[in-house]
């Protein structure tokens, strides 16, 4: 499986990015999907996952109420709305799959990663 991320950009805060994720190749028949980014000199942290269904989603608290996650699994693609980006969302944003339908705040659940798209927001 490989993950193509992509959408990110240099805003300012208060501005929006619509991150996209395509997953191509082996794909599994129902499969959770997450976003999670790493600041410099900080661990890889959680962003938002989603289930197969894209019904069930689960947000960090710093981002609920701001992010929101979407798919559409014609297209193998999951998608980040980011509004009133702040300066502290600056990282690069990864996307994983798990091959189960559930998705998971932890990074070790999940089995392919993209390789990670920069956000940077100015204050």
């Known amino acids: 499986v490989q993950l193509q991320a992509s959408g990110g950009g240099l805003v300012q805060a208060g501005d929006s990015l619509r991150l996209s994720c395509v997953a191509s190749?082996?794909?599994?028949?129902?499969?959770?999907m997450g976003w999670f980014r790493q600041a410099p000199g900080k661990e890889r942290e959680f962003v938002v996952t989603?289930?197969?269904?894209?019904?069930?989603?689960y947000y960090a608290d710093s981002v609920k109420g701001r992010f929101t996650i979407s798919r559409d699994n014609a297209k193998n693609t999951v998608y980040l709305q980011m509004n009133s980006l702040e300066p502290e969302d600056t990282a690069v944003y990864y996307c994983?799959?798990?091959?189960?339908?559930?998705?998971?705040?932890?990074?070790?659940?999940?089995?392919?990663w993209g390789q990670g798209t920069q956000v940077t927001v100015s204050s």
């Open positions: 190749g082996r794909t599994f028949t129902s499969y959770a």
């Open positions: 994983g799959v798990r091959n189960v339908p559930y998705g998971s705040s932890s990074s070790t659940d999940y089995s392919y």
């Open positions: 989603s289930s197969w269904s894209g019904i069930e989603t």
